[in-house]
């Protein structure tokens, strides 16, 4: 089972850009969370095309279930 840690960032035009984690470490702490988007929105080091991350929106942790078939 592949775990993702999606950070979910408000842009300058309104639209939501989304930041990838692979293998989050867990149990996820909210407040560290909170303090690296900061950090990423403060230092302008990701651009969407939809503009600058302008603020935190949100943060979720997303499980993908892969079953391959050969065939």
Same mark, same amino acid.
């Given at each position: 089972m592949a775990k993702t840690l999606e950070l979910q960032f408000l842009t300058q035009f309104g639209k939501t850009a989304r930041v990838s984690v692979d293998e989050p470490i867990e149990? *996820?702490?909210? &407040?560290? *969370?909170?303090? &690296?988007?900061?950090?990423?929105?403060?230092t302008n080091v990701f651009q969407s095309n939809t503009g600058a991350l302008v603020s935190a929106e949100g943060a979720r942790v997303v499980e993908r279930n892969v079953t391959e078939y050969e065939v």
């Open positions: 149990p *996820v702490d909210p &407040v560290q *969370v909170k303090q &690296v988007m900061d950090t990423i929105i403060a």
